[in-house]
Structure formats: structure tokens, C-alpha cells
């Protein structure tokens, strides 16, 4: 991911200085359960743990010749011990992949717990805003057109709570992401003994997998990049609401814009949702990493480095990008300006057909046939659309036409627009308990 859009914490767990941090301490681990096995000399491991983790630098000019990392990262790290002897015996009865997968889910491990820490303060800034706005009025909307009365509050429940499984699926795969295995060419542990593989899981917190052969299988790590994908479409649900909200028409909901802030370099009046435009541009990109991670499962029989390639791509951007997501969009709810007013406004926009389905149930109730009570409010409706004149009064007008009183008083009653949101206080109930 480019620095633009890459914050310092989850930028430094992809850094490649922090990977080779973690590759030697993979391997200092592999050697500490040797030695404990009597399998290399005790004496061995102190150098090397000690021996400082070499510089990216270094790596690269020496895989410039080698062409294979793990070499290269071997060779350096070597390089910096002392005695340089005792670097014999690092890698011992390894196959590179060994090494590789088990950093990698250490590395994918940490790169959850910074996310997951980012989706709980998500969480808390929906929640927090949601109950904010129980009592906000505004009309609810279906296909983009007014339909009846909701609040605020409503919406943004839906988002809390789809964060909120977002986070939870997340937490899940973090277990299926953080599998490591050290079993050797093929996988058969024909060179390295399972007691380690055991030993070294233990200590990094990771589980060794049910069975590798020379990889672990991607299945978990396409899991949790597809989890990643759905928390970042979440974020854009909600930045796209605020998009739909701060168009001109509409103008209930602004983006926080900052002393200073410009919209436009030739139209000074402007002030664009560009938070929200970056957040649903930004989904597109954690979305992409999908199908390239999932085309890592299938590899040539024990191991092909297909998905090498793509994954020192799609797993950074994927992890470093939904992180850049879950901090802007927090930010975007915080410093949300809602417009309660001209909520209100619009609640009146339609001239009262908002009111429609309550008006049809009402005269069914006093006996009509529903298909006639249709067709009275239809028609009634769309002259109201046509001509603008308030909906009661071409409801009055068409039902006089028809031979049908209407009850003006009891219209009065269910018309008002706190009675469609009567029935919300479970919701918020639920809400309030959201953690």
C-alpha cells in the first residue's frame, strides 16, 4: 500500500525490518527446541539470538545474486553472528516455507489485533451516535424515494451492529489465520522432529496446522482476507449514506470540514464528502484482494510459490488499507453534523404521502376492501405527486368522489410521524447493550 494511505502502527508490522525480526525469532525458537532435544549444541542458540536481525538492505543486495530470500535473509543474518560458527545451525532440518508461513501468521496475527482494537472503537462511535439520534425524525427512504417516517438513530443502529459482526467474524479468523507449521520438505517431518513444530506454536501463540504438507494451506488466510473485504464494505455503507446525505437536495448530513478546508479549486462554495468519497474508493481496493488470495489454495501438488507473489501484495494492502478504512470512517462518525432540521423539512417534502400505507391500513380498518382503499389512496397519491397539492387534500377530494367520509380527527392521529418509530425502543435496547 502506498504511505499515502498507510498508518505508522500496521505500517511498521509490514515493514520487511519487522519481518526479519520475526523470521529470527522463528528460527531462534526452532534452535531452542533443538538444543533442548539434544539435537544441536546447547551453545549454539545464545549467539545467534543475540546476533542483531539483519538490515533489509542487506537482504536485498544479497538476493540480487541468490534469487531466493530465505537464503539471503540466512546468509546476512549470519554475517551479523558471533561466532559466525554458530549460525550453522539456524534453519536446521527447515524447508523455507517453514519459516515463511509460520512468520506470516505470526505477522497476520498482529496486523488482526490492530484492527480489531480500530473496529471496536468503530463500534463504539456508531453506538454511541445512534443512541444520540434515537429521537432524530427523519423520512426513511427505499430506492432512493421517500417511503415513511424513521429516525436517525434507526440507520445508524444497522451499521453499529453490521460493524459489529464484522469485528466478530474478524476475531474468528484470526484463530484460522494464525496456523503455523514446521514440518519440513514435503511436510513429512523427515528432517525436524514434531516436538518442535509443538514448541515453537506454543511460544508465539499459534496453532500448529492439522496437517501441512510442505505449505499451509490458504483456506484460513482467504477467510480472513474475505472477512476484511466485508468489514470494509460495511465502512462504505456507511460513508455512502453520508454521500447520499450531504448531496444538495438533501443536505441533512455534512462531513466534518476543518478551518481552512477547501472544496474546490474553482468553486469556493463547495464542500464535498470527500471522507466518505476515499472511504468507498477505498473498499474497492481491500475487495480486490480476494479472488488473487483465494487462487493461492489450489498450488501444484506439495508446493508451487504461486502465491508468493501475490500475497506479499494482497495481504499488506488488504490488512494496511482496511485499517486506513476503520480509522477515517471512525473519524467521519464522530465528527458527523447532522442536520436535524431540515430532516424535519424533508419529512414535509412529499406534501404527506410519507403517510400513504398508514392511510390505506386506517380505511381498511373502517371496513373497505383493500383494493378499493388502493385505489382511493393511489390515485389520491399521484395528484399529489403531479400537482403538489398536500396529500390530505386529494385524499379528502378522491375518497368525496367515491362516496367515502373520511375520519379527519383519527387521520390526525396516525399521521404523525413519532407514531412509526413507537416501536423502535428494542432495538435501541439492544443497542445500548453493544460492546
Same mark, same amino acid.
Given at each position: 500500500?502506498?504511505?499515502?494511505?498507510?498508518?505508522? %502502527?500496521?505500517?511498521?508490522?509490514?515493514?520487511?525490518?519487522?519481518?526479519?525480526?520475526?523470521?529470527?525469532?522463528?528460527?531462534?525458537? !526452532?534452535? #531452542?527446541? +533443538?538444543?533442548?532435544?539434544?539435537?544441536?549444541?546447547?551453545?549454539?542458540? #545464545?549467539?545467534?539470538?543475540?546476533?542483531?536481525?539483519?538490515?533489509?538492505?542487506?537482504?536485498?543486495?544479497?538476493?540480487?545474486?541468490?534469487?531466493?530470500?530465505?537464503?539471503?535473509?540466512?546468509?546476512?543474518?549470519?554475517?551479523?553472528?558471533?561466532?559466525?560458527?554458530?549460525?550453522?545451525?539456524? +534453519?536446521?532440518?527447515?524447508?523455507?516455507?517453514?519459516?515463511?508461513?509460520?512468520?506470516?501468521?505470526?505477522?497476520?496475527?498482529?496486523?488482526?489485533?490492530?484492527?480489531?482494537?480500530?473496529?471496536?472503537?468503530?463500534?463504539?462511535?456508531?453506538?454511541?451516535? =445512534?443512541?444520540?439520534?434515537?429521537?432524530?425524525?427523519?423520512?426513511?427512504?427505499?430506492?432512493?424515494?421517500?417511503?415513511?417516517?424513521?429516525?436517525?438513530?434507526?440507520?445508524?443502529?444497522?451499521?453499529?451492529?453490521?460493524?459489529?459482526?464484522?469485528?466478530?467474524?474478524?476475531?474468528?479468523?484470526?484463530?484460522?489465520?494464525?496456523?503455523? =507449521?514446521?514440518?519440513?520438505? !514435503?511436510?513429512?517431518?523427515?528432517?525436524?522432529?514434531? #516436538? /518442535?513444530?509443538?514448541?515453537?506454536?506454543?511460544?508465539?501463540?499459534?496453532?500448529?496446522?492439522?496437517?501441512?504438507?510442505? /505449505?499451509?494451506?490458504?483456506?484460513?488466510?482467504?477467510?480472513?482476507?474475505?472477512?476484511?473485504?466485508?468489514?470494509?464494505?460495511?465502512?462504505?455503507?456507511?460513508?455512502?449514506?453520508?454521500? +447520499?446525505?450531504?448531496?444538495?437536495?438533501?443536505?441533512?448530513?455534512?462531513?466534518?470540514?476543518?478551518?481552512?478546508?477547501?472544496?474546490?479549486?474553482?468553486?469556493?462554495?463547495?464542500?464535498?464528502?470527500?471522507?466518505?468519497?476515499?472511504?468507498?474508493?477505498?473498499?474497492?481496493?481491500?475487495?480486490?484482494?480476494?479472488?488473487?488470495?483465494?487462487?493461492?489454495?489450489?498450488?501444484?501438488? %506439495?508446493?508451487?510459490?504461486?502465491?508468493?507473489?501475490?500475497?506479499?501484495?494482497?495481504?499488506?494492502?488488504?490488512?494496511?488499507?482496511?485499517?486506513?478504512?476503520?480509522?477515517?470512517?471512525?473519524?467521519?462518525?464522530?465528527?458527523?453534523?447532522?442536520?436535524?432540521?431540515?430532516?424535519?423539512?424533508?419529512?414535509?417534502?412529499?406534501?404527506?404521502?410519507?403517510?400513504?400505507?398508514?392511510?390505506?391500513?386506517?380505511?381498511?380498518?373502517?371496513?373497505?376492501?383493500?383494493?378499493? /382503499?388502493?385505489?382511493?389512496?393511489?390515485?389520491?397519491?399521484?395528484?399529489?405527486?403531479?400537482?403538489?397539492?398536500?396529500?390530505?387534500?386529494?385524499?379528502?377530494?378522491?375518497?368525496?368522489?367515491?362516496?367515502?367520509?373520511?375520519?379527519?380527527?383519527?387521520?390526525?392521529?396516525?399521521?404523525?410521524?413519532?407514531?412509526?418509530?413507537?416501536?423502535?425502543?428494542?432495538?435501541? #435496547?439492544?443497542?445500548?447493550?453493544?460492546?
Amino acid at each position: 500500500m502506498i504511505e499515502r494511505y498507510t498508518l505508522p %502502527e500496521i505500517g511498521r508490522v509490514f515493514s520487511d525490518a519487522h519481518k526479519y525480526e520475526l523470521w529470527c525469532r522463528v528460527e531462534t525458537l !526452532v534452535m #531452542e527446541a +533443538h538444543a533442548e532435544a539434544g539435537t544441536i549444541p546447547a551453545d549454539s542458540v #545464545e549467539p545467534v539470538r543475540q546476533a542483531p536481525p539483519p538490515t533489509p538492505e542487506r537482504v536485498a543486495e544479497i538476493e540480487a545474486v541468490t534469487q531466493h530470500d530465505v537464503i539471503a535473509f540466512l546468509t546476512a543474518w549470519a554475517d551479523n553472528t558471533e561466532p559466525r560458527e554458530a549460525a550453522k545451525w539456524v +534453519h536446521f532440518g527447515m524447508t523455507s516455507s517453514d519459516l515463511l508461513d509460520t512468520a506470516l501468521a505470526a505477522q497476520l496475527v498482529e496486523a488482526t489485533d490492530i484492527l480489531l482494537a480500530k473496529a471496536d472503537a468503530l463500534v463504539a462511535a456508531l453506538r454511541d451516535h =445512534a443512541l444520540a439520534h434515537r429521537g432524530t425524525l427523519r423520512v426513511g427512504r427505499t430506492h432512493g424515494i421517500h417511503g415513511e417516517p424513521d429516525v436517525w438513530g434507526h440507520r445508524v443502529a444497522d451499521f453499529a451492529f453490521g460493524m459489529a459482526r464484522s469485528r466478530d467474524r474478524l476475531r474468528r479468523a484470526r484463530e484460522a489465520v494464525g496456523v503455523m =507449521a514446521i514440518s519440513g520438505p !514435503v511436510g513429512t517431518y523427515s528432517n525436524i522432529d514434531p #516436538e /518442535v513444530e509443538a514448541y515453537v506454536a506454543e511460544k508465539l501463540g499459534l496453532r500448529p496446522a492439522d496437517v501441512s504438507t510442505q /505449505v499451509v494451506l490458504r483456506d484460513g488466510i482467504s477467510e480472513w482476507v474475505s472477512c476484511l473485504a466485508i468489514m470494509a464494505t460495511v465502512c462504505e455503507a456507511v460513508a455512502l449514506e453520508v454521500r +447520499h446525505g450531504q448531496r444538495t437536495e438533501v443536505r441533512e448530513l455534512w462531513e466534518p470540514f476543518g478551518k481552512g478546508q477547501k472544496g474546490s479549486s474553482a468553486m469556493p462554495h463547495k464542500k464535498n464528502p470527500i471522507m466518505s468519497e476515499r472511504i468507498c474508493g477505498m473498499a474497492r481496493n481491500v475487495r480486490a484482494q480476494i479472488v488473487p488470495v483465494m487462487e493461492g489454495i489450489p498450488l501444484w501438488h %506439495e508446493r508451487d510459490i504461486s502465491h508468493s507473489s501475490t500475497e506479499r501484495i494482497s495481504l499488506p494492502d488488504a490488512a494496511i488499507a482496511t485499517d486506513y478504512l476503520l480509522n477515517l470512517t471512525t473519524k467521519l462518525v464522530t465528527g458527523l453534523v447532522v442536520d436535524s432540521d431540515r430532516m424535519l423539512a424533508n419529512l414535509d417534502a412529499t406534501h404527506g404521502l410519507i403517510y400513504s400505507s398508514t392511510v390505506v391500513s386506517e380505511l381498511i380498518e373502517t371496513g373497505l376492501s383493500r383494493e378499493d /382503499v388502493y385505489a382511493v389512496v393511489q390515485g389520491a397519491a399521484m395528484r399529489t405527486w403531479d400537482t403538489g397539492t398536500p396529500f390530505r387534500q386529494t385524499l379528502r377530494e378522491e375518497a368525496g368522489s367515491r362516496g367515502i367520509t373520511l375520519d379527519e380527527a383519527r387521520l390526525d392521529e396516525v399521521c404523525r410521524p413519532e407514531r412509526f418509530t413507537e416501536r423502535l425502543a428494542g432495538v435501541f #435496547e439492544r443497542l445500548e447493550k453493544l460492546a
